[in-house]
T-cell receptor, first 114, second 114 residues
């Protein structure tokens, strides 16, 4: 049972380049999330998808877009990368609303924008 | 919105001693409080959680207490071991528009000295 799988694990981008971070879960979870983790700032929610077909902005959505491709997959896209988007990105999923059920995290993607 | 403050940011203890990490939250509507452990380079994992209708919960060497009046909750680790060394995050969650919104603290780096 793989749980939550993110790709890639590491990525270096030049300012202005675009990329998509992929996330897939095999736990049949309804809800999925994207977080970024920066030193001294904890985990901040970028976007979430409460269920298949829905997406909503979190705390720091600017510069990002998401797609809930199907129940398993939730991708995060950076259209024009900026150095401020250098961070570690985590995808997570939960069976129902987080708080009613436990959320599980992927292993993270370390992104550097130069 | 919700604001979660976590202290201390770093904590060093001798093996076998106890460690206490404290968090405060601002929104009295928060009703679910999970704690996550993140080992170096790994994903955050849930170690214990507590709901607002409970004052204390214990799981072996780990316990969490909640004071709803003061809006404080704390993580207590007894008989610390080197494998407890990690970053610990608290979080507070509340229902927002039919969905649980989770806000993380900034993390505590715990070092257990053998």
């Amino acid at each position: 049972n793989a749980g939550v799988t993110q790709t890639p694990k590491f990525q270096v981008l030049k300012t202005g380049q675009s990329m998509t971070l992929q996330c897939a879960q095999d736990m049949n979870h309804n809800s999925m999330y994207w977080y970024r983790q920066d030193p001294g700032m904890g985990l901040r929610l970028i976007y979430y998808s409460a269920s298949e077909g829905t997406t909503d902005k979190g705390e720091v959505p600017n510069g990002y877009n998401v797609s809930r491709l199907n129940k398993r997959e939730f991708s995060l896209r950076l259209e024009s990368a900026a150095p401020s988007q250098t961070s570690v990105y985590f995808c997570a999923s939960s069976e129902f609303s987080w708080g009613d059920t436990e959320a599980f995290f992927g292993q993270g993607t370390r992104l550097t924008v130069v | 919105g919700e604001n979660v403050e976590q202290h201390p940011s770093t904590l060093s203890v001798q093996e076998g001693d106890s460690a206490v990490i404290k968090c405060t939250y601002s929104d009295s509507a928060s009703n679910y409080f999970p704690w996550y452990k993140q080992e170096l380079g790994k994903r955050p994992q849930l170690i214990i959680d507590i709901r607002s209708n409970v004052g204390e919960k214990k799981d072996q060497r780990i316990a969490v207490t909640l004071n709803k009046t003061a809006k404080h909750f704390s993580l207590h680790i007894t008989e610390t071991q080197p494998e407890d060394s990690a970053v610990y995050f608290c979080a507070a969650s509340k229902n927002s528009g039919g969905y649980q919104k989770v806000t993380f603290g900034t993390g505590t780096k715990l070092q257990v000295i053998p």
